[in-house]
């Protein structure tokens, strides 16, 4: 996953410039070798990028499609009451300094995860997910619903087939399978 994110780095820096992640759909059926990268709208305070990767054969085998919105002002949180369900599959807590090599590696240069309290970016919560369910292959639809600061703790919960990330009573973002 993390090369699509790399191209879609790639995109124009505008869109990097305090964007925050809504949506994202990601499939990955086997290894890349070619990549393009598609702006497929961009208003002013909405963007959604698409960047395709090719196998050998020139079939689809892997893709990422991003839905960015420019918020007019910090985004509140949410808080829910109850607490998350389901099986607990994973936590994290990401440091500043986790933030600052997926940023590295991956080449987001969001000015979002570089400030004093960083936002941990919305991919990599995905990647350390994937990476944590050692899955190879994914159809995945993603909503993100709140930020996640550096030092916050995130917890993954599966359950009826839906996985979501919590931060407390805080859901961060839901993921369906396709």
Known sequence: MLELVRELAKADRKF???????????????PA????????????????????????KANVAKS????????EKEAGRKILAGVPEGTLLAGHVFTAGDIAD???????????????????????????LQHDMNLTSLNWEIRFLATLHAGEKVSFYEKDGLIAAWSGSVPVFTIKSK
Request: hydrophobic share 45%; aromatic share 6%.
């Open 64 to 71: 990422i499609k991003v839905t960015l919105l420019l918020p």
């Open 102 to 128: 997926y940023a590295e590696k991956s080449g987001d240069d969001n000015i979002i995860h570089k400030c004093e309290n960083p936002i941990v970016p919305g991919l990599f919560l995905v990647c350390a």
């Open 16 to 30: 990097f410039g305090g964007w925050i992640l809504a949506g994202a759909e990601i499939k990955i059926k086997g």
């Open 33 to 56: 070798e070619k990549f393009t990268l598609k702006t497929l709208l961009e208003k002013k305070r909405l963007t959604i990028l698409e960047v395709t990767g090719l196998d050998a």
